[in-house]
């Protein structure tokens, strides 16, 4: 025995795949219930009353066939005689005995039965269950073959919590409302004259969008699940969305008031109420879901194929069934001709045999087969629409409210191609979360809750240049609060996978300095005005060229750049620039590269005139070609830092502005190229972390030098030139292989008046 709670979750499973099945499948079922009805009733009375009957038809006997016959008959123990019977024509031998007993009829009946009727009248009735039977479990087959179940449970599942989400009915509502501002807009435009009657159409269509609200507001799948509804309240709008009209409950429900109120629908506010932060949780969680099912379903198209695979089993079950079924509608007979065996026994040789259920199967067979054509038709018509329409591509343009669904295909668009022959609604409700703009419509919602601006305000940090600082990690969208802090001028953003700027960016009047740490940086067109105008120190880092965006390259008040990350195109280590042209950053005045070059960049050679600073931190990727610094004559302080060089570059000489000059962590061993540079007036040079042994006496002619770093080299002694730099300020010695200074140049120092003391000259380590 089962009890009902065990009888409920296959009632549960029935009505839920039933959203997947088409007309024509429930018509299909319909008729194999009616063929598996015939069927059975034509095997229950064969069962019960299938028989024949049969008389003697000649009256050929054998002398021992009458004696024993007479015997049977005649009680007596007289011996047998020979009696002759001469029986004349059936149709005059009419109440004549034939001279058998009940058990003779009845063995010539059951003999009969076995060699004088036909095999079809005798198991046709079981051959229909047969039929029926596997066509009943060939029907539904593609809803339980265990690698499509298991997709087909997860989307019907999917698809009851888009359906019992609050953020469907909220969304929906969004996309139609601005639906409606568009067409008043384009009704107004093309009838500026006549605003009222210009108005009518569009009202028109309005309350029709507003009529068909409630079409579905009876389907189960609009109510939400009791795990849903437990923690949370329900949903603002929580019964009805449609995909051309979808109004909230509470603003559509007095559809009268359309035509007497028409700008209350259009011109008002959006008037939505925000979800909960159970409810946000839950929409972020069913698109994140929605997402890996739509990959797992796009990636194989098994469902449609299994589909296709028992509509053709079906179609050539039913073909072969009618192929033999035809031919016994003029076979089943009523009468039968039978010839025993067994003369001696009977007394005759030819029966006439009555098959008592032929009438009734002729019947049941035509109740039979009337349904089965049906069905045939039904799975042809099934055929055709597979193979004439595209059911492994899907499109939500031409119907649908939102534009921005993207086409989905294989498994997942055959799905919602079956789901929309039993009600193109549903599939809109799960539009919804495929709608990057839907997504993106709850991350701000979320955000505007979540990051409002007191916690801006309380996050927002001052330091020491009294400039305010606002370091945001980690968030899926930029707030929209942000771009209501007027005072900021810092901004830090970190691993934000969409930073979108809006033209809201034009109230950050104080914004001039942006960090990019691996942030999908994208600008509005206005946006993008108010950037150009305000920027002015930007900092990117990033993992490869395309991470970049083009914008960038357009801040034409950009003063300092900083970049860091891989700047070729060829592994990182190649010769191509792939930033492109530096050309419209005419204001640049810094630029700072951390990334692996080869050679500089001929793109830099177009900043040449504004360029004052550049830094280049090669990370130890020794860099090969220099001459393009020969035309950056306006450089007055140059930093190349692990580039692996191990003479000065010649290109330094054409530098007649450079003042600072930075080579630490390279490779020089020498410095005898600094007689070279005499003629510029550096005052700082940094050779700090090199393998430097010796120091060429023409250090000394370096007259304006004030910082000189030698530090972490290898040197052993310094040469007596290097203490007549009258404006030296500082110098660096620690890391090197000196244990003390020089006696002789110690009692020199000492003994000058205008020279600082050696401890205060002199760092040694």
Same mark, same amino acid.
């Given at each position: ?104 009829? #009845? ?276 055929? @055709? ?41 549903? #599939? ?100 993008? @005005? ?12 990033? @993992? ?111 530098? @007649? ?109």
């Amino acid at each position: 025995m089962f009890s009902l709670l065990e009888l409920v979750p296959l009632n549960h499973h029935q009505s839920s795949s039933k959203l997947l099945k088409p007309w024509w499948e429930v018509f299909m079922d319909y008729l194999v219930v009616l063929m598996l009805m015939a069927s059975v009733l034509a095997c229950t009375e064969q069962l019960s009353r299938d028989r024949v009957v049969c008389i003697p038809s000649d009256s050929l006997v054998t002398d021992n066939a009458s004696g024993l016959s007479q015997a049977a008959l005649s009680p007596s123990s007289k011996p047998p005689t020979h009696v002759s019977y001469n029986i004349p024509d059936l149709s005059t031998a009419r109440g004549r005995r034939k001279h058998l007993v009940y058990q003779q009829y #009845a063995y010539v009946s059951q003999v009969c039965y076995h060699e004088a009727l036909p095999l079809y009248s005798r198991f046709f009735p079981y051959m229909a269950l047969l039929q029926s039977l596997v066509l009943v479990a060939s029907s539904s087959f593609w809803l339980h073959f265990p690698h499509t179940s298991s997709r087909i449970e997860h989307f019907l599942a999917i698809l009851v919590k888009c359906c019992g989400s609050p953020w469907t009915s909220q969304a929906l509502t969004n996309a139609v409302q601005l639906d409606n501002a568009l067409e008043k807009e384009m009704v107004e435009e093309k009838q500026p004259t006549k605003p009222s009657s210009a108005s009518s159409p569009s009202l028109l269509g309005i309350c029709k969008r507003q009529s068909s609200v409630n079409v579905c507001a009876d389907h189960p799948l609009w109510k939400r699940s009791d795990s849903a509804s437990s923690g949370a309240p329900p949903s603002p709008c929580p019964s009805t969305t449609s995909c051309d009209s979808t109004m909230s409950s509470t603003s559509c429900a007095p559809e009268m008031r359309c035509a007497s109120n028409p700008r209350h629908v259009v011109d008002s506010p959006r008037q939505v109420i925000s979800l909960d932060k159970s409810d946000g949780e839950e929409a972020r969680a069913l698109f994140e879901r929605v997402r890996k099912f739509r990959s797992h379903c796009e990636s194989s198209d098994i469902i449609y194929k299994v589909y296709l695979a028992q509509t053709i089993f079906k179609l050539l079950m039913v073909t072969l069934i009618v192929s033999y079924t035809i031919p016994l509608f003029s076979s089943f007979s009523f009468t039968h001709m039978c010839h025993p065996e067994e003369k001696a026994l009977l007394g005759y040789s030819t029966f006439m045999c009555v098959h008592v259920l032929s009438s009734l199967i002729r019947k049941l067979l035509v109740g039979y087969f009337i349904p089965l054509v049906l069905y045939g038709l039904l799975n042809l018509y099934t055929l @055709t629409w597979i193979l004439h329409s595209s059911l492994r591509q899907y499109s939500f343009q031409d119907f649908c409210s939102l534009r921005d669904v993207p086409d989905l295909r294989n498994d997942l668009a055959f799905l919602l191609h079956m789901l929309d022959q039993y009600d193109p609604l549903l #599939a809109q409700r799960l539009s919804v979360f495929l709608s990057p703009v839907s997504e993106s419509r709850l991350l701000e919602e979320s955000l505007e809750r979540c990051w409002g601006e007191d916690k801006l305000r309380s996050i927002t940090t001052v330091d020491a240049d009294g400039c305010s600082r606002l370091q945001l990690v980690a968030l899926p969208r930029l707030p929209p609060a942000l771009f209501n802090r007027s005072h900021l001028q810092v901004l830090k953003l970190e691993l934000i996978t969409d930073a979108r700027f809006t033209p809201q960016v034009a109230n950050m009047t104080s914004l001039r300095e942006l960090h990019l740490y691996h942030c999908t940086a994208t600008v509005d067109p206005s946006a993008l @005005t108010v950037l150009q105008e305000r920027l002015e120190v930007l900092h990117l880092t990033f @993992t490869q060229p395309s991470e970049v965006p083009n914008w960038v390259l357009s801040l034409r008040s950009l003063h300092e750049l900083h970049l860091s990350g891989r700047l070729s195109t060829e592994g990182g280590v190649g010769r191509n620039w792939a930033l492109g042209s530096l050309r419209r950053l005419r204001h640049l005045r810094v630029l700072v590269i951390r990334g692996m070059l080869q050679r500089i960049p001929g793109e830099l050679c177009e900043v040449a005139c504004s360029l004052v600073r550049l830094k280049i931190y090669n990370e130890e990727t020794r860099l090969l070609v220099l001459t393009g610094l020969k035309r950056m004559v306006d450089l007055t302080e140059l930093v190349l830092q692990d580039c692996q060089l191990v003479r000065l570059p010649s290109a330094l000489q054409a530098l @007649t502005l450079l003042r600072t000059l930075d080579l630490q962590h390279n490779d020089f061993r020498t410095v005898e190229e600094l007689l070279s540079l005499t003629h510029l007036r550096l005052s700082s040079l940094r050779l700090a972390f090199n393998r430097i042994v010796a120091l060429p006496a023409g250090v000394g002619m370096l007259r304006e030098l004030e910082l000189l770093d030698l530090s972490n080299n290898q040197l052993q002694r310094l040469p007596q030139s290097l203490f007549t730099l009258r404006r030296l300020r500082r110098l660096l010695l620690a890391g090197n292989l000196l244990e003390e200074l020089p006696a002789e140049l110690c009692g020199k120092l000492a003994s000058c008046p205008e020279c600082p003391p050696p401890h205060a000259l002199c760092q040694l380590g």
